[in-house]
């Protein structure tokens, strides 16, 4: 990154208000960000097929590309030339905006994480809280989805997933509390730098915890009811086709890198690794791929929740555990 | 509270149990059970029940009409009657058969004409690929199912033989 | 109306409202108070779930089934009327049509009762032969359901661990009469031709293989903690109401009642075989799952004891016509089929067709309790129930 010395004589010599200068750096590296998330959704499609394949005994895309890595810009190029199906008493505003919402709430969520020591977009104080708030705009986004279709099933689907998201919002929340504790701050990059020993091995009831909430918030099994065929038909997204639906399905990604990310900075120790500094954002894709592999790994294995016991799971069992482990840290942090 | 901490446990073991057995087959399996159809072809049976086709000993029976006889039998053992032959009514003529058609798109592959045959002159092919782009190219006549000349020793192990 | 004025006119329903309330706070029911309406919900013929053409109409309150009404008769091929036109061994490839997934079952259910008409003796031999390729066949229809019952709570991965065994089965079958799906191999008076060489085996071997995969993915699917919260205590059906709607196979053992028609009116040589019949006590959807694994399990000993047992002999009893007639009169035969009990009754008028063939479907009286099972369930746990029953609609519609 530029150093803001620099940014300021450059802005001086050539006479741009200092604002443009703060903009414009903005605007280039959320393109960047943006740009990486399209390469990282590309890989983590076709990782996903490949990584269902191997469990499942069977090969996975093979024939289109070499070992099927082009099947994914087929899947896009097909998905771009289907008709955009808008139903007829559909809401233009709600239905055309709420996909929209979902991929914008989890992309922000990207912005703040540290890559590597001072690799990181906008490093904000209160990095932690921002990262765990802005992305719930995606419930409204969700709300939207549904509501627009004018069809009960989706709406039906969107409000048992906007109540899923709602409630385990609170012990994602509440789990990483045990972290801010022993680094803090609420600084990501400070928090990664606190990281001498790992955090999963100080606060493993706060990984689970918050590895559990995690899996809730992005809607990936065991918790995706909203989304199951088996009932609801796709729930909040069944009326969209095409690019619209390309669209959730980005937002669903990138939510998943975005919570993966969060993971491996808060627990996982971030970019720290052997080797020299320049590997840090190697290791710390590494981390991000091993946490995105689990995901896959889990969703592949187990069957699904009912939403009642969901609901259950997120109220009655996670919530005290994670106000058990701010308990325990304490008195551990006391203690020592 | 220790039934649920038991219960906790419990549900964490099945999990873990669930997990290490789907990466155990995901890696330990060299091979995966897929066959890369069209580019491997399954291996098929013997007795493998595909288009029915008439029998045509090389050298040894008519180059025309194979072993059939023209008797009809297998067209009244069809259950769904879609054999229909035609006997030569003149007896002196060379061929007994006047007409032997098939309609492959109302048999049920069901192998109940082979079993009629006194000749043994039916036989189920291991003909699966039959899709056509006009239907009529379905409706197969004798000289489109005595295409394969096989030798006497295979002519021999039809399904009615060995019952 | 434009959508404003709906809208407007919703507005204004709702300002009407007067909700009293009670003397602890409780908001109390009262005229003009919010009315909820029970929604009904088309679970079309083409659904992710329904397992084959089934059409219900489910009325919904909120997330409660009050009633459910099936609409049955997308597959209807005519088959007992076709049964009239055609001979007796013209009729053994559509009884393979019926219940597809477990196709020699079938076969075996007509064979028998035809038999049974006409007082013909079938070989040892046949019998044992008819044993084995049945009970295989058992286990391969046990096999797609567990797959359904995984597929149905998401757990996707045992699909293919099943279903791998249930290609070696295919494969089998395709070496002994040539088909994989509808086989066509039983014949009145036996078997339409003798096992090939090695087959038996090959068959052991295979029995050894699946002990082993139905063990680990047992644990992985019926073992797992998340299956068992979804399908524990759910929809429960208890034994006096399940006999009232006539329900029969393993639903019915589920619910603890021991009726198996291989013990209670025994057929061919099951009577040489050593086997327990499942029994489990919780009739909930768990137990209709679980029971199917433990019926697996029996299959393979009653494979294993019939290879053993197994005499040589002909496969076809002698001195049967090709042009069957059997005396005018009639017969009644049920065997035990993968989905219950499955029984023909003919009628035959001296001729070479037969005068009324009625085929008893298990799936079809399992199908009529599902309204009685589904009331006041939830939707999600009644979809379930409803895999858990194993309908084949081939059977139900015929």
Redesign the interface.
Known sequence: MLSSAQLQEFANNYGIPLWGMDVSVALALGLLVFALCGIGVIVLVYMERKVA???????GP?HVGWHGSLQLIADMLKLLTKEDIFPK?ADPWTFRLAPLVVFLAAFVGLLVMPVGPGLVVQDMNVGLIYVLAIPSIAVAGLIMSGFGSYN?YAMLGSLRSAAQMVSYEIPRALSVIGVVMIAGSAKLSSIVGAQGIWFIILQPLGFMVFLVSTLAEVNR??F?LPE????L?AGYSMEYGGMRFAFFLFGEYIALIAASALTVVLFLGGWHGPGPGFLAPVWFLIKMFAIIYLAM??R??????????VMDLGWKVLLPLSLLNILITGIVMLIL | MAGRVSKFIEAWKSIFIGHSITVRKGYSRGNEVTELYPYEKPQLAERFRGAPELVRIAGETSEKQGSCTGCGLCAKACPVNCITVERNKDKEAPLKVASWTLDLTKCMICGLCVEACPQDALKMSHDYENAVYVKDKLIYDMEHVLRRPISIAAAATTVSEES | MSKLEEVKTIEASLDNLDVEFGANGEAGASEGDIRSEELAINFGPQHPSAHGVFRAIFHVDGEVITRIEPKIGYLHRCFEKIAENRTYTQFIPYTDRMDYVSSMLNNWAYVLTVEKLAGIEVPERAEYIRVIVGELQRIASHLVFLTTAGVETGATTPYMYYFDEREQILNLYERVCGARLTYNYMRIGGVSADLPEGWLEETKVFLKRLEKTMNETDRLLLGNYIFKKRMTGMVRFEAEDALKWGITGPSLRAAGVPYDVRKVDPYSVYPRFDFDVCVRHNCDNYDRAAIRSDEVRQSMRIIEQAIEQIPDGPVKAEGIPKAFKPEAGEAYGHVEASRGDLGFYIVSDGTTKPYRVKIQGPSFGNLQALPAMAEGSYFGDVILAFGTLDTVFGEVDR
Not at chain 1, 228 to 231: H, K, L, P, V
Not at chain 1, 300 to 309: A, G, S, V, Y
Request: aromatic fraction near 16%.
């Open positions: 394949a191997d469990f499942q005994l069977r090969y093979l008493n009960k099994t065991p995706d199951t065929e088996a009932e038909v790994w889990i592949w294995t187990l069957p699904r929740f009912r939403i009642d016991q």
